[in-house]
T-cell receptor, first 116, second 114 residues
Framework: DADVTQTPRNRITKTGKRIMLECSQTKGHDRMYWYRQDPGLGLRLIYYSFDVKDINKGEISDGYSVSRQAQAKFSLSLESAIPNQTALYFC???????????????FGSGTQLSVL | QKEVEQDPGPLSVPEGAIVSLNCTYS??????FMWYRQYSRKGPELLMYTYSSGNKEDGRFTAQVDKSSKYISLFIRDSQPSDSATYLC??????????????FGQGTILTVHP
């Protein structure tokens, strides 16, 4: 079984609809992240959470919200979807760094979202 | 100007070739440098990790960091068709007692043909 599981794998929705993308992990990591990937733009950070009570905005949080329901679960919501939110969304986890290890992310397989 | 610049390619090479993938960056505080490999419709997976300047070798892969030039490279020797993927560089800076979040390059699409 995958260590970081995202559901759904694909989603097509209409402009104005509210949708939720879900992420769960069995790695036991404290830190969880949501990224979006667009062609030519790489991965951009939407939100991140270092523990259940800690939620932080990333570089492109407008139009998104998150909920950290438990250490293992982190969901991303689009309150009113718009076409330019069409992208590949990734959830990632990491353990709290030790020493000089820096940050190592482990990614799920992604959710392809299309907003019509 | 983006903090991290990476040539998106695409790059197409014959099997057995030496591949060089590169990123430049502008933030001199970056000190952790990583390369992720992403196969089609999969999430990125960590391939190489280096701290500060120097070289690191792992099998056919060598990661190189030149902090004075703000330039990092990934070399793949004896490239194989299974190396066909998108390669993303990523880097972060230490912030106090914590670690900064990763900043990614745009990714380079590599195809190795038999």
């Amino acid at each position: 079984d995958a260590d970081v599981t995202q559901t759904p794998r694909n989603r097509i929705t209409k402009t104005g609809k509210r949708i939720m993308l879900e992420c769960s992990q069995t790695k036991g990591h404290d830190r969880m992240y949501w990224y979006r990937q667009d062609p030519g733009l790489g991965l951009r950070l939407i939100y991140y959470s270092f523990d259940v009570k800690d939620i932080n905005k990333g570089e492109i949080s407008d139009g998104y919200s998150v909920s950290r329901q438990a250490q293992a679960k982190f969901s991303l919501s689009l309150e009113s979807a718009i076409p330019n939110q069409t992208a590949l969304y990734f959830c990632a986890t990491s353990a709290s760094p030790h020493g000089d290890l820096g940050e190592k992310l482990f990614f799920g397989s992604g959710t392809q979202l299309s907003v019509l | 100007q983006k903090e991290v610049e990476q040539d998106p390619g695409p790059l197409s090479v014959p099997e057995g070739a030496i591949v060089s993938l590169n990123c430049t960056y502008s933030n001199s505080a970056f000190q952790y440098f990583m390369w992720y490999r992403q196969y089609s419709r999969k999430g990125p997976e960590l391939l190489m990790y280096t701290y500060s300047s120097g070289n690191k070798e792992d099998g056919r892969f060598t990661a190189q960091v030149d902090k004075s030039s703000k330039y990092i490279s990934l070399f793949i020797r004896d490239s194989q068709p299974s190396d066909s993927a998108t390669y993303l560089c990523a880097m972060s800076a230490r912030e106090g007692t914590s670690y900064g979040k990763l900043t990614f390059g745009q990714g380079t699409i590599l195809t190795v043909h038999p």
